[in-house]
């Protein structure tokens, strides 16, 4: 039997349809949630939790591990049909603001990175990484197709003991002596009660609603940064928020320079010095 707890999750997440499956062990909750297969129709929410990842994923083949009891991961896919409509790029933002919320219960401090980094003071509290899978239309289905959207979300639950592996200042939700029984079941959870409605709302309503809760915990925003592609240096400038698309504006020396998800890497101008 697993060591977490699906029915608690799935009581505190009380998102309706949503279902919930735990394992002991996964490789990636997300990989795993990508390549189930597609079934006739749309199928409902569906949230995959894991006591331990073993090789999970950040952007551009980072590495997210997560070890027994310290961290939670876990992804959640939704599906829905569609037919000429381009990838949901916005998703991670409305992610990322549903999440911040959620997690200011306990961490009032709590700060968004762009794109994806769940952060306190400066060090990073989890990561989130969306992905998406479209199956083969069906000659029968008008061209319509069934769209998988994974949003994969891995979080410290207390600091990790060591923060070379993942190349940055690390902390924790909670302090050692906080951390209940029902830790993680209870983040994954309250998690889930808002990152699940805010993805069906971006997907039917876009970013409007979304904008000003992403700003108001942007870390990034009047901040000196560092643009790079992998460890190369592109450009630093100064960091003015998402625009309403959800793309960074940076003021370079050349000019504003506007970034979607997934292009670059940014970080603390002194970070890199």
């Known amino acids: 039997m697993t060591t977490l707890d699906a029915a608690l999750i799935r009581h505190i997440a009380a998102c309706g349809d949503l279902i919930v499956d735990t394992v002991d062990e996964a490789g990636s909750t997300n990989q795993v949630s990508m390549d189930a297969p597609f079934g006739r129709d749309p199928g409902a929410p569906r949230l995959l939790a894991a006591a331990r990842q073993t090789a999970g994923r950040g952007r551009r083949g980072r590495a997210w591990l997560s070890p027994d009891g310290r961290s939670v991961a876990f992804s959640i896919a939704v599906e829905r ?3 000429s409509e381009p990838p949901p790029v916005a998703v991670p933002v409305a992610v990322g603001a549903a999440a911040a919320v959620a997690l200011s219960r ?3 401090d709590v700060q968004l990175k ?6 306190r003071a400066g060090r990073k509290l989890g990561g989130i990484l969306v992905e998406c899978r479209r199956s083969v239309p069906d000659r029968a289905s008008d061209g319509a197709a069934i769209e998988r959207i994974v949003v994969g979300i891995g979080l410290n639950l207390i600091a990790p003991p060591d923060t070379c592996a993942i190349g940055q200042p690390a902390c924790g939700l909670f302090d050692r002596q906080a951390l209940s029984g029902h830790a993680a ?8 009660a808002s990152v699940v409605p805010a993805i ?14 992403w700003r108001g915990f942007d870390a990034l925003d009047g901040r000196e940064v560092a643009i790079l592609d992998g460890e190369r240096l592109l450009a630093t ?10 793309r960074l504006q940076v003021r370079t020396a050349e000019g504003v ?6 292009e670059v890497s940014l ?3 002194g970070a890199v010095r």
Do not use: H, K, Y
């Not at 762009?114 to 952060?119: E, F, R």
């Not at 069906?200 to 809760?213: D, M, Y």
């Not at 400038?237 to 959800?246: C, E, H, K, T, V």
């Not at 320079?257 to 997934?262: A, D, N």
């Open 81 to 83: 049909l569609v037919r």
């Open 257 to 262: 320079r506007v970034l979607s998800s997934g």
């Open 237 to 246: 400038g100064r960091a003015l928020g998402i625009d309403d698309s959800g």
């Open 185 to 192: 079941e209870t983040a994954i959870g309250v998690l889930a």
């Open 267 to 269: 970080r603390m101008l």
């Open 114 to 119: 762009w794109p994806n980094d769940l952060q």
């Open 106 to 108: 306990w961490a009032p």
């Open 200 to 213: 069906g709302r971006c997907l039917t309503e876009g970013l409007a609603s979304f904008l000003q809760i």
